[in-house]
Structures are given as C-alpha cells and as structure tokens.
C-alpha cells in the first residue's frame, strides 16, 4: 500500500486528490496539509511514501518543503511530486534541483496523476510532457554552465545510463537497451547517485542537462 501526503491550500482540490487515490487499491491519503510546513511535520508524523505538494501555497511554498525534506535524514525514503496550475514556469528548476520525484500541472489526467504516483514510489521520475518539452526548450534557450570535473568522476557505463536516465528511460528500459539486467541497471544508477551526491533520478536529470552530458535536441 502506498501510502500518500496531500499538501494544497485548497481544500476543493486536496478533496479531489484524495477521492481519486482512495479509490486505489494499492494507495491511500495518510495526510494533508495547507501549507508547506505543515506538509512537513506531518510528513515526520505519517511517514508516507510520496507526497503531492502543491509549488505555491500561503505560509511556506512547496519548494522550501522539499528543502525541508531533503534535509531530514528521517525523511530519506519520501519522494515529493510537484503540483503547478501552469505548464512550466520558473519553479520547475528549484524542484528538481532540490529534490522533487515528479512535476505535474494539475489539470493532468487522473490515469496519468495515479502512474506518477507510482512511479515516485517506486524510485522513478516523472514529468508531465509539456512541463518537460519546455525544460528542454529552456535548457536551448539558455544554457547552463558546464560541470566537466563530476562528468569525469563517472565510468564510461555510468554516464551512459545517467544519459538515459535524462532521456526519461527507466531502470528496465535501460537494462533492454544496454543488453544487462535490471539489476545491474539499477546499481549503476545508484552508484552515479552517489559519486554525483544527488538525492534520485531527478537529480541525474538536472545534472545530465547542467553538465553537457546529454543535449536538448535543437542544440545537438
């Protein structure tokens, strides 16, 4: 069972959130919160496995939420997805730098919210696709400094895979194209987790896209 923290200020919202997990029968709403401190403190409390927060939100932003989180040691296991009434604006950046599993707009399918949800809980990332064909689009537009020195820390095959990592593949996808296992997938992500002190595949997204590693498709 997965169990699911709410945080939005609108109660209509958290309301329709928790209708559509509740109606899962291999998830549940714990918690919820009004504001990003809250979602915290409850998140000690209820130990979830994800949470939905929502980026803007009276008396503490989603974003110092997952600031929050990354910081608790007791908190390692959650993965926080990002809630946003817009395709893409400039908080998409902060969220996966400091730490979010996902970035949804709200008006996303229920099918597609509820495969999101599971696919944090099951250590992967996910992104809307208009939120991440503008990420890209962005990422063109203005290109981030380069960060060689952390490239050359990783093995030839494991910055292979943190490249697909950021091409959106997932441990199982990668182990079919690279001819290995799942699990041999899995540890090299895990180790280029660790050799780049990233917090999860979103992480290695950002890093992917800020070292050169991978190049948005216009710029290659």
Known sequence: MIRVLLADDQPLMRGGFRALIDAEDDMTVVA???DGPAAVELALAHRPEVALIDVEMPGGDGI????????????????????????????????LRAGAAGYLVKDTEPGELLRCVRAAAAGET??????????VAEYVAHPPARLAGRVEGLTERESEIVALVARGLSNGEIAERLYISPATA?????????????RDRAGLVVFAYESGLVQPKGAE
């Open 32 to 34: 919820e919160a009004a």
């Open 186 to 198: 899995k540890t090299h992500v895990h180790r280029a987790m660790m050799k780049l002190a990233v």
């Open 64 to 95: 110092e939420a997952v600031r929050a989180v990354a910081e608790r040691r007791e908190l390692a296991g959650l993965r926080v997805v990002m809630l946003t009434n817009y395709s893409f604006d400039s908080y998409v950046f902060d969220a």
């Open 126 to 135: 996910l992104l809307s696709p208009a939120i991440a064909s503008k990420l």
